[in-house]
């Protein structure tokens, strides 16, 4: 049973170009997280989506950042026109239910902008 | 507004010891807590949880101490060994039936054998 997967794993952008990381949840599970941690931070939430519903994005900055999660292939976290300030490591998690279940996370994407 | 705070950023332990990993909570909603171990380059790993009826909960060598007076928990593993080294992040659901989850800042955790 694979666990959740992401990619890629590591990414470099210029200033100005987009960056798209991608998320497989885990097998049956219809829930994902995405988090964004910076340096010598603790992660933070962005986004919480279903299958083609965002349910929760208050954690996500208001321009230039956008996810989706639809019926079919991964969720996608698209960063537009990246800046050297969206360089962090992001990770997705996905659970098969809300409420306590227990989230479980894929390895990460390290986006670096040069 | 930092509602899940680990004031420690690291803790250097002899291996076969006890580790004693602190974290206070801002937030008296919260009602729920983890705790995550995370490697270098991997994703946070869930350990152990606590719900706010208990006051303990033990797997293993983890434990996990909750004071909700203090808004104070703690992490215990005993006895320590090299392979716990790694950083552990405590963290809270927020209530409204998902896990939008805060988490601390983390504390590394250097099992010296």
């Known amino acids: 049973n694979a666990g959740v997967m992401q990619n890629p794993r590591h990414l470099v952008r210029r200033r100005g170009q987009e960056a798209r990381l991608r998320c497989s949840p885990m097998?049956?599970?219809?829930?994902v997280y995405w988090y964004r941690q910076l340096p010598e931070e603790g992660l933070k939430f962005m986004v919480y989506l279903q299958k083609e519903n965002i349910i929760d994005e208050s954690g996500m900055p208001k321009e230039r950042f956008s996810a989706e999660f639809p019926k079919e292939g991964p969720s996608i976290l698209r960063i537009q026109q990246v800046v050297r300030g969206d360089s962090a490591a992001y990770f997705c998690?996905?659970?098969?239910?809300?409420?306590?279940?227990?989230?479980?996370f894929g390895p990460g994407t390290r986006l670096t902008v040069l | 507004d930092q509602q899940v705070k680990q004031n420690s950023p690291s803790l250097s332990v002899q291996e076969g010891r006890i580790s004693i990993l602190n974290c206070d909570y801002t937030n008296s909603m919260f009602d729920y807590f983890l705790w995550y171990k995370k490697y270098p380059a991997e994703g946070p790993t869930f350990l152990i949880s606590i719900s706010s009826i208990k006051d303990k909960n033990e797997d293993g060598r983890f434990t996990v101490f909750l004071n909700k007076s203090a808004k104070h928990l703690s992490l215990h593993i005993v006895p320590s060994q090299p392979g716990d080294s790694a950083v552990y992040f405590c963290?809270?659901?927020?209530?409204?039936?998902?896990?939008?989850?805060?988490f601390g800042t983390g504390t590394k955790l250097q099992v010296i054998p």
């Open positions: 998690a996905s659970s098969p239910n809300y409420g306590t279940d227990t989230q479980y």
């Open positions: 097998k049956g599970h219809s829930h």
């Open positions: 963290a809270a659901p927020s209530s409204g039936g998902y896990q939008k989850v805060t």
